[in-house]
């Protein structure tokens, strides 16, 4: 490693360091090894992905919006709910229940731009998205169990999916 590398990790440590009121000890480990998506999640930070959330956007609840499917059927809404399932080949999809046994959603992510870390399952999550209403094919069932690694039984023919443009999941 150069020397003018060398400094400037340097100055970067001590820039967190100054920022963030951390040991030195724990400001290197940070510039020298970038934290994976489980670091994030053990932490008590709040982990987001694709576009920001507005911090004065009032959610709509997932029962109500299972209740009336209809009536937000391609709308844009925020919503929180906690996290049941999360696709385990990737974190390509991942499905959020409210607080009835009936509400229930499969969230994609919108133009496939961002994922979601594969151990967030039992996390509160709020989101933004538009929310559709989809009738699947036995075929799209079946590959569905095979990702969530579940009965197909367990996937509904219809169900209710939020196209996400933004996350967060709060520890």
């Not at 699947?136 to 999916?161: M, T, Y």
Request: with cysteine; glycine share 6%; charged share 30%.
């Amino acid at each position: 490693m150069s020397n003018t590398l060398k400094y400037l990790c340097f100055g970067l440590s001590l820039l967190a360091l100054a920022c963030t009121e951390k040991s030195i000890t724990q400001a290197q480990a940070e510039t020298s090894s970038p934290k994976s998506p489980k670091a994030l999640l053990k932490s008590d930070k709040i982990v987001k992905r694709g576009a920001a959330l507005s911090e004065n956007s009032e959610c709509v609840s997932l029962d109500v919006i299972a209740d009336q499917p209809e009536k937000y059927s391609n709308q844009e809404v925020f919503v929180e709910g906690s996290v049941t399932a999360v696709c385990q080949a990737k974190g390509c999809w991942m499905t959020m229940a409210g607080k009835k046994s009936t509400s229930r959603a499969r969230v994609t992510f919108k133009d496939y731009a961002f994922f979601v870390p594969k151990d967030v399952k039992g996390k509160r999550v709020k989101l933004r998205g538009e929310v559709k209403v989809k009738m699947l094919e036995e075929a799209e069932r079946k590959h569905l169990a095979e990702d969530g690694r579940v009965p197909v039984s367990e996937i509904p023919k219809a169900e209710l999916r939020l196209v996400a443009s933004g996350v967060e999941i709060h520890p």
